[in-house]
């Protein structure tokens, strides 16, 4: 069975996976890194900015499949540290409108190329 894959102009990946694959309704997006897509490089700043651009990328690859942040059903965020959790829900909150996307924040020990955090969602299609 094949899958129906879309990629973002505006959004990475740093291994063999597609940006995003659509099964049935539901997108599944691949999580995001906060990089710069202009220069390929992990952003520098702290989780503020490095939270806004991954929703940054994230949304680019909504776009490139039709959808905007409103179809977004769930958000799972990995956070390298915690105490950062006040700082990156401020953001979210900017990101969605009520009501809000299912969520799920996991603290790990380390992510892709340093980053601080990582975000993954999934949206489906009305």
Do not use: W
Not at 21 to 42: H, K, M, W, Y
């Amino acid at each position: 069975m094949s899958r129906k894959a879309y990629s973002a102009d505006g959004a990475v990946s740093v291994g063999p996976y597609s940006h995003a694959v659509q099964a049935g309704d539901l997108l599944f997006l691949s999580g995001q890194t906060p990089i710069d897509t202009e220069t390929g490089r992990l952003i520098e700043g702290d989780i503020v900015e490095q939270a806004n651009q991954c929703f940054k990328n994230l949304f680019n690859v909504l776009e490139a499949a039709g959808l905007t942040s409103d179809h977004v059903e769930k958000v799972n965020v990995f956070l390298t540290d915690m105490n950062n959790f006040t700082a990156m829900n401020e953001v979210y909150a900017k990101q969605f409108s009520e009501p809000y996307p299912a969520r799920t924040t996991i603290g790990v020990a380390s992510l892709p190329l340093g980053a601080q955090i990582e975000i993954e969602l999934i949206a489906r299609r009305r």
